[in-house]
Nanobody
Framework: QVQLVESGGGLVQAGDSLRLSCVAS????????MGWFRQAPGKEREFVGR????????YYANSVKGRFTVSRDRAKNTAYLQMNSLTPEDTAVYYC????????????WGQGTQVTVSS
């Protein structure tokens, strides 16, 4: 099992930046990907971006490409989501997810952290 804990959310103004962190513990050697997702009120959870845990390659949703950056520090078992040029449309609960090497599916989830962007 892998446990994930997010932090770093808060209330910011449009145009501001925020960095979220996701600390992994447990069987972190089984991680294949760390992904970031978000869920706005009344909407389904959507993919934001991900990073391959070993190789560090990244992929982003079109809605955040060029503004958000996913990174990781394997020594700290931590993934990050750097969010720049935030808009009110980015307001959501942000979750990190862990994809295991064995299943290639997101089976580990954090509790989420609220990001609110005011106009």
């Amino acid at each position: 099992q892998v446990q994930l804990v997010e932090s770093g959310g808060g209330l910011v103004q449009a145009g501001d930046s925020l960095r979220l962190s996701c600390v992994a513990s447990g069987r972190t050697f089984s991680l294949y990907t760390m992904g970031w997702f978000r869920q706005a009120p009344g909407k389904e959870r959507e993919f934001v971006g991900r990073i391959r845990w070993i190789w560090g390659s990244t992929y982003y949703a079109n809605s955040v490409k060029g503004r958000f950056t996913v990174s990781r520090d394997r020594a700290k078992n931590t993934a990050y989501l750097q969010m720049n040029s935030l808009t009110p449309e980015d307001t959501a609960v942000y979750y990190c997810g862990g994809e295991s090497t064995a299943t290639r599916g997101y089976e580990y989830w954090g509790q989420g952290t609220q990001v609110t962007v005011s106009s």
